[in-house]
């Protein structure tokens, strides 16, 4: 497992979660780590991203000002602070890291080489 992705559960609307990813040693050089998510039926979609160079992370619009994004570069671990969640929010949540020594944000998926497995996440109204 090269991404290690936990933290999801059921929760109501209001309610919140923090998500963790954790790279392993094989992708410890991975600098920009983001989330993202795929709900029931629909594609997968750009949650936030940080980069380990420094700078402010980058949102969706749709989770902006309710989620956080934080990197522990020690721990070689993000969170991701769930807050004021929604029932649109309910999805399978993927953590994922660009390649090696890249250090530019990007919102594209394809443009990411490493992916944990999925958590999911179920907002009750």
């Known amino acids: 497992v090269q991404l290690q992705a936990s933290g999801g559960g059921l929760v109501q609307a209001g309610g919140s979660l923090r998500l963790s990813c954790t790279a392993s040693?094989?992708?410890?050089?991975?600098?920009?780590m983001g989330w993202f998510r795929q709900g029931p039926g629909k594609l997968r979609e750009f949650v936030a991203a940080?980069?380990?160079?420094?700078?402010?992370?980058v949102y969706a619009d749709s989770v902006r000002g309710r989620f956080i994004l934080s990197i522990d570069n020690a721990a070689k671990t993000v969170y991701l602070q769930m807050n004021s969640l929604k029932p649109e929010d309910t999805a399978d949540y993927y953590c994922?890291?660009?390649?090696?020594?890249?250090?530019?944000?990007?919102?594209?998926?394809?443009?990411?080489?490493?992916w944990g497995q999925g958590t999911q996440v179920t907002v009750s109204s």
């Open positions: 940080i980069s380990c160079a420094g700078g402010s992370p």
């Open positions: 040693e094989r992708t410890a050089s991975s600098c920009v």
């Open positions: 994922a890291g660009r390649g090696q020594y890249i250090t530019v944000i990007t919102r594209t998926s394809r443009q990411y080489t490493y």
